[in-house]
């Protein structure tokens, strides 16, 4: 049987909804995270980096999230849920794919990190960090994340899913910057395509079923 090794809070979820979206039959090891937020060391077992997704099917350890996507779309997937080969809309779907996880989730982890830091500093400490922090995020990482966000917004007015008119794994890959993205970087404000995408596979009974089986969800902030 499938095994999905599920982190609470965490990309993980993104996989349930995939399976969910195939009906591929699956079952879930649990892990929390930590008071510090990394997983359980017991996750190491699994993968030497102890991250989450992984997952474990027919003698295959398959980490890292795209990775995953790629395995069961290929696996499982009896051509759905990707476009055809050698169309316009394939090549965007293996963008997307890579651009997630490659691009999109650096300038959101930054600001998360640059966010919690002045919060976690020593009480002494903590003006020196929150400046620092502060001129991190507005030279640098805000202006990145209104780029990408912008970007988002342009092309979903191009059309209603990332890779073209059909709903793609691509969108699933992409749900969690849009997520992160809502959740810490202002997506709400001027990105009404963006925030209606979302709608959108909020909207669909398999994102919701994996939520069911995955746990409550709630993204940093
Ligand atoms: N690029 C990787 C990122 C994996 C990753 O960082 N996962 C986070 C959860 S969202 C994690 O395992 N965090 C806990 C830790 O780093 O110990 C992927 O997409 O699979």
Do not use: C
Request: hydrophobic residues 40%.
């Amino acid at each position: 049987m499938l095994t999905v090794h599920h982190l609470n809070n965490s990309r993980s979820e993104r996989v349930l909804w995939l399976l969910e979206e195939l009906g591929v039959p699956y079952e879930i090891a649990r892990y929390q995270r930590q008071p510090n937020m990394l997983a359980p060391p017991q996750l190491r077992a699994v993968h030497p980096l102890g991250k989450s997704p992984v997952i474990t099917d027919n003698g295959n350890t398959v980490a890292e999230s795209g990775a995953i996507v790629e395995y069961l779309v290929g696996t499982y997937g009896n051509g759905r849920l990707i476009p055809p080969p050698n169309t316009p809309e394939r090549l965007r779907y293996t963008y997307w794919l890579h651009y997630a996880e490659g691009s999109a989730m650096s300038p959101l982890l930054l600001k998360l990190l640059f966010t919690l830091m002045p919060k976690r500093a020593p009480a002494l400490l903590r003006p020196l960090v929150r400046k620092v922090s502060n001129q991190a995020l507005t030279t640098m990482v805000n202006p990145q994340l209104k780029q990408h966000m912008a970007y988002w917004e342009a092309e979903l007015g191009k059309s209603e899913w990332f890779a073209g008119n059909e709903f793609t794994a691509a969108d699933i890959q992409m749900s969690f910057p849009l997520e992160a993205a809502s959740a810490r970087a202002g997506l709400d404000d001027g990105h009404p395509k963006a925030m209606a995408w979302l709608e959108r596979i909020h909207a669909r009974p398999a994102y919701a079923r994996a939520l069911e089986k995955g746990g409550p969800y709630v993204v940093g902030r």
